[in-house]
């Protein structure tokens, strides 16, 4: 045990991206995925020797930068949660078509049960509808030694790999043995005649598209040794897959009698059919333990051949985190004793704002402004990040969260369809995200609406990590088309609310398109001195009156 | 509990408390602490949302054998290492019929209806092997704010198989970025506390 390593199981796919040889590393923030792309970013700035390692402004931007390495022939690793790959979609359902050349592996962090996301959509249907293979490890040493396979893979079938995480084993903790590490090494850009395979126009996109369909057999030959058939006596067996895989095997421990049960153990799709059918022939009931959607469960129903058991028919839960009590009742297993009920009711304890959070400020005044002008049931449009939190009451500030960026746009379908006034609150690095687009429509439509940008200087909730917008935000606001005199930087703290309130009036009053931007730093990253030299360096800069500016670090991040 | 070193069972560990009070901190310190023993551990954690003042909980779970679940059910828990009394009634059904609770008497109470402190002391007293301490008190005595984790990790300490000169080794690793005498201050936290919790007989 000693030549191990602690890690999480994001990390241990960080860590295992960086011994595999990448030559970048790439990612957008958001929880589980966040960890993956920071332990590599520190691995690389550590001993850079040529890698790099860079938080993109969207995830879109990350996996095309991704592409851009690989094109040139390096081993490259991108990172972002679940709803981030629905960003990144056009990117990563094209790029089954061009392929690549350097092994490309994307890491996608799904999060069952909604532990910091707006839904708990199954990466594998992705992979799935892109034609693409998808690896699904089940511990934290699996979490390593698939990322190694799956940049073999990528190399071998041309075809980007994704690596299927979910929440539970990003932040399960435990002991990794690593491989020696490889020096980044270049395969040189494709040869002259596969120019072509990289130029999506339809009559490329038709051949390349007949050419993965044709590498589809190859593709579940390739994975074939990662699933397997366990036999067993009896005839009601079980399929297992991801966490639903590690609760098993465990419960194994506990309850020998399971190994009677025939198993089907996946941890690559697509699966091979005739592994499925032989499974099935095996069985006369199975019973899918896999997390989020019934994926399995669906593929193995469809044959029709054995009664199959799990979301779909209610022996597991339809929504929610997969649990190892859920096995035990679906399995029928006696359960521990339980403890006597205690007898008080335990009210919730929610999350908050942090005490003295620029972000309160902010809301107060916007609230107070609305009473002013005549319209405190206004619905407000808000976004996805810390300052999510005023959805919440007794504050209830925000009314619609739906996607990064969607509080701009939202604002101006609404004052286009009539609402007066039409109010969009957004942080400083979702606006960098998917803001922008947004309020270049805004500006340019003309219509009514308030846009206020909550600029902490940091991606708050994922950790403080820098916003790409950092010490610009006035600049790409004006850049989008809204003229300087509807864009007011105001300071979030209660000495500024009077002054605040009049502004946000004077914004909700102003028939056209108007942009507000409360700037005060994030409390949790002055107390880490997450800018301290940034400031310093900002300050120096300003006291010598030189004309080029710090180089601002790197982004913001989804919940 | 029954020593895991001589026998396979799957034990566990749950702590709780509220954003920004150490559970994640004091979780990785067992870890390590079990691993350093010849235990294999897992350790579950939860990030995100949670971390801003809302509850926050961490499993570890250690055995004999290789693991390969990071959580335990409900009723499966040898320990409850609480830092904060409401967050500890939470997790009671976690605790196995034999488990122990440690927990901390010192409320966070910034939160919307937080419980009469009478009414959850009380149902904390009920709770059948609860160790309660008073960190607030303890602090003081000990002139050391931070003081509760340590002083809880100490009196946990009583019911692991775990040496002190592995924990004392794991603690000095964790805080010795912060100097010699913060280190002490942990050491010092760590005895306290384990000295609350009489040698089992």
Not at chain 1, 132 to 139: D, H, N, V
Not at chain 2, 41 to 58: F, K, N, Y
Not at chain 2, 78 to 90: M, N, Q, S, V, Y
């Amino acid at each position: 045990m000693d030549q191990s390593t602690l890690a999480l199981g994001v990390e241990a796919i960080g860590c295992a991206a960086f011994d595999a040889g990448i030559k970048g590393a790439f990612g957008y923030p958001g929880t589980p995925s966040t960890e993956g792309f920071e332990y590599v970013e520190a691995m690389i700035h550590a001993a850079p020797e040529g890698r790099v390692a860079h938080w993109a402004a969207n995830e879109k931007v990350a996996y095309d930068m991704a592409m851009g390495v690989s094109y040139a022939g390096h081993r490259t690793f991108v990172t972002m949660k679940h709803v981030g790959l629905n960003v990144a979609m056009d990117a990563y359902a094209n790029s089954a078509l061009t392929g690549v050349r350097g092994g490309l592996v994307l890491l996608v962090a799904d999060d069952p049960g909604m532990h910091s996301s707006q839904n708990e959509q199954d990466s594998r249907k992705l992979a799935e509808f892109a034609w693409l293979p998808c690896l699904e490890p089940s511990t934290v040493q699996e979490c390593y030694d698939f990322t190694w396979k799956a940049f073999e893979l990528s190399e071998a079938l041309q075809v980007p790999v994704m690596i299927r995480l979910v929440t539970r084993l990003a932040h399960c903790r435990a002991a990794l043995l690593r491989r020696p590490i490889l020096a980044p090494t270049g395969l040189g850009v494709a040869p002259k005649n596969t120019i072509q395979d990289w130029v999506l126009i339809p009559s490329n996109a038709r051949r390349r598209y007949l050419d993965l369909l044709a590498k589809q057999p190859r593709l579940v030959e390739n994975l074939s040794s990662m699933n397997q058939l366990v036999p067993g006596t009896s005839r009601q067996g079980v399929a297992v897959a991801g966490m639903g895989r590690a609760y098993f095997n465990q419960l194994l421990l506990e309850y020998p009698a399971l190994t009677a049960l025939p198993r089907l153990e996946v941890a690559a799709y697509p699966v091979d059919p005739q592994l499925e059918q032989a499974f099935l022939a095996q069985v006369d009931d199975v019973f899918v333990f896999e997390e989020d959607y019934p994926v399995l469960e669906e593929r193995l129903g469809l044959r029709g051949s054995a009664k199959v058991h799990g979301r779909l028919d209610g022996a597991v839960p339809r929504t929610g985190e997969l649990t190892p009590r859920q096995l035990k009742n679906a399995l029928s297993l006696i359960v521990s004793e339980s403890r006597e009920a205690i007898a008080l009711d335990l009210p919730v304890r929610a999350p908050r704002f942090c005490d003295g959070c620029g972000h309160v400020d902010a809301y107060e005044a916007m609230q107070e402004a609305l009473k002013n002008v005549g319209a405190p049931e206004t619905r407000v449009f808000g976004d996805i990040g810390c300052y999510t939190l005023a959805a919440q009451e007794p504050m209830g500030a925000i009314h619609a969260v739906v996607e990064m960026g969607a509080s701009i746009s939202m604002a101006v379908g609404a004052a286009m369809a009539g609402q007066t006034p039409s109010v969009a609150v957004i942080g400083d690095s979702t606006f960098g995200h998917s803001g922008l687009p947004a309020l270049l429509t805004a500006a340019d439509s003309g219509v009514n609406v308030t846009v206020m940008i909550l600029d902490n200087r940091v991606v708050g909730m994922t950790g403080q990590q820098v916003s790409q917008a950092l010490d610009q935000v006035e600049r790409m606001v004006l850049g989008m088309g809204i003229p300087q005199s509807q864009v007011q930087t105001l300071t979030p703290l209660p000495k500024q609310h009077d002054a605040n309130v009049k502004a946000v009036e004077s914004a909700l009053r102003h028939p056209g398109p108007s942009v507000l931007i409360f700037r005060r730093e994030c409390i949790q990253s002055m107390r880490r001195g997450v800018l301290k030299e940034h400031d310093r360096e900002l300050k120096a800069c300003a006291e010598q009156a030189c004309c080029s500016e710090p180089a601002s670090a790197t982004s913001e991040a989804r919940p | 509990m029954s020593d895991p070193r001589t026998n396979s069972r799957i034990h566990g560990i749950v702590l709780s408390g509220v954003g920004g009070q150490g559970v994640l901190s004091l979780a990785q310190i067992l870890l390590e602490a079990l691993r350093r023993s010849g235990l294999h551990a897992l350790q579950s954690e939860i990030h995100g949302m949670s971390q801003r003042g809302g509850s926050v909980h961490a499993m570890v779970c250690f055995s004999q054998v290789p693991l390969t679940s990071p959580i335990i059910d409900e009723g499966s828990a040898d320990l409850l290492i609480a830092l904060e009394p409401l967050e500890a009634l939470r997790y009671v059904s976690m605790l196995r019929m034999d488990g122990h609770l440690v927990v901390s008497e010192e409320p966070q109470m910034s939160m919307e209806a937080y419980p009469p402190i009478d009414d959850v002391y009380a149902a904390l007293k009920a709770v059948r092997g609860a160790h309660l301490i008073d960190t607030e008190d303890l602090a003081r005595r000990l002139k050391h704010k931070q003081a509760g984790g340590m002083a809880l990790l100490g009196m946990a300490s009583m019911f692991l198989p775990v040496t002190n000169e592995v924990w004392f080794d794991v603690i000095r690793q964790r805080f010795e970025a912060k100097g010699v005498s913060v280190t002490e201050k942990n050491i010092e936290a760590f005895q306290a506390g384990r000295g609350l919790i009489p040698v089992p007989a």
